[in-house]
């Protein structure tokens, strides 16, 4: 299943005591996607050479993910001649993203014998921040030329939350470091989240042909080195005692 579009609404104005400035609002929907994908099987036969004789298998497994970012954004613009005006648009952004995966598979054997395997790891955050755009507009006879400018985005404050399981239990002869059974669960919350963007400049022409225009546009990004947006606190497993930690990057 899948889900999700972007939108946009915004507008002009003009101020009394700004005459020769105009204004514009925007609402937009930058990115905006759902997804879900599950999957069950059921089957019998001798599947585990560890469980003796024939084996009733079931799974479920399911990946889910969404993300929403949108921009509320205020512009300013002035002419500086016939033809040619600039701009400066600041937008405050939100960033809400999340995403689970988990599988959960159980076999019983011919002779009673049960097995249970658990795994997930969920996460969730939530970003604010800002960022600038400055443009330049020239249009010319049948021309129209523009040049955009956009900051990095800088992080105002974000907040997430981290989730860890894995269980496993009585598949026989079979150990994880040298444990029959494994039990490492972790849920923690109000772990710092921050996201980053690159700085990007873009370019666009228009040719008027009378009864339609032909548009084109490119834009180039600059270079984020990678970071972590989200990273849980190290946690002991309950059964195992290994460190574990759950980084988003």
């Known amino acids: 299943k899948f889900g999700g579009a972007p939108s946009l609404v915004a507008g ?9 400035s105009q204004f514009a609002y925007a609402f937009l929907t930058r990115q905006r996607a759902e997804s879900d994908f599950f999957t069950r099987v059921e089957t019998e036969g001798e599947l585990f050479p560890t469980i003796p004789g024939r084996d009733l298998f079931q799974g479920n497994g399911r990946y889910s993910s969404s993300l929403k970012e949108e921009w509320i954004g205020l512009t300013w613009s002035r002419s500086l001649g016939e033809g040619i005006s600039v701009g400066l648009s600041t937008f405050v952004t939100t960033t809400n993203r999340s995403q689970d995966l988990w599988a959960d598979l159980r076999a019983l054997g011919e002779f009673g014998d049960v097995a249970t395997l658990f795994s997930r790891r969920a996460y969730s955050y939530d970003s604010y921040g800002a960022l600038w755009k400055a443009g330049l507009a020239v249009e010319r006879n049948d021309w129209a030329l523009g040049l955009t400018v956009t900051t990095p985005r800088i992080s105002a404050f974000g907040s997430g939350s981290a989730e860890y399981e894995a269980i496993l239990s009585n598949l026989p002869d079979t150990t994880v470091n040298g444990q029959p059974a494994v039990f490492e669960t972790s849920y923690q919350s109000g772990l710092d989240a921050t996201l980053k963007s690159p700085f990007s400049i ?4 228009g040719k008027n042909l009378g009864n339609f225009t032909i548009h084109a546009s490119s834009e180039w990004f600059g270079k984020v080195s990678p970071y972590e947006i989200l990273t849980s606190e190290p946690f002991v497993g309950q059964s195992t005692g290994d460190t574990l930690q759950y980084r988003i990057s």
């Not at 002009?12 to 020769?20: C, D, G, M, R, S």
């Not at 873009?202 to 022409?205: H, Q, T």
């Open 202 to 205: 873009g370019v666009g022409v």
């Open 12 to 20: 002009t104005f003009k101020l009394p005591w700004f005459e020769e």
